[in-house]
């Protein structure tokens, strides 16, 4: 964790648990759940969206992952019965390579071409794979990348999560600071000698 983050956190947690003595603060709870801030407030109506929608995220996060899970297992099944690729411990890499290239043995010819031996699979059992024709591999291969996909779009859902929280936090922060204010004025400012005239607003909390 970098200092900036740490530097973050900490101003983040000074505000949020100075703002209440008796535990935490609304900012502090909309940060873990958002809306729960809010209700405290006594903003039932701001809550709900914000609850509403982490609920939307989460359900979507999950079939989003559900969904790329499935996906996976199709793949490396298909590979299994039209590759004879053996799937236990195989890393992303090896899976997408045995969508480009027809073999085992067209895979590490190329590679050996490019003298780029570091992607060289050993030539046994474990690491063998031959498509029984085309359409096949080109099978497989949409149906991984269609895992990469869902996989991709869970983690930009997981991201929406985490601004969810914040901008909760901020608009508990909001709304706490609003319902501190005590009186509003304000008085007129003129300055004859300057020749200039204007309102003087004044917030007390």
């Known amino acids: 964790m970098g200092k900036k983050t740490v530097i973050i956190i900490s101003i983040f947690c000074a505000i949020a648990f100075g703002q209440n003595s008796n535990g935490l603060s ?56 039209y590759a004879g690729v053996e799937t236990n411990g195989k890393d992303r890499q090896f899976w997408v390579d045995v969508g480009n290239y027809e073999s085992l043995d067209g895979h590490n010819e190329e590679h050996l071409r490019f003298r780029d031996f570091d992607a060289i699979y050993p030539m046994n059992s474990e690491w063998h794979w031959e498509w029984t024709s085309e359409e096949k591999r080109l099978q497989y291969r949409d149906y991984r990348v269609a895992s990469d996909t869902w996989n991709l779009g869970a983690k930009f859902i997981a991201g929406s999560i985490v601004i969810n929280h914040i901008v909760s936090a901020i608009d508990a922060l909001y709304l706490q600071r609003i319902s501190q204010i005590e009186a509003v004025s304000m008085q007129p400012m003129i300055n004859m000698e300057n020749g200039y005239s204007g309102l003087a607003l004044s917030i007390q909390f």
């Open 26 to 81: 609304p900012i502090v709870k909309s940060f873990l759940l958002p809306g729960w801030g809010e209700y405290a407030l006594e903003k039932p109506n701001r809550g709900r969206i914000f609850i509403l929608s982490e609920t939307a995220l989460w359900t979507s996060f999950a079939g989003a992952l559900i969904v790329s899970n499935n996906y996976t297992d199709l793949f490396q099944a298909y590979a299994a019965d």
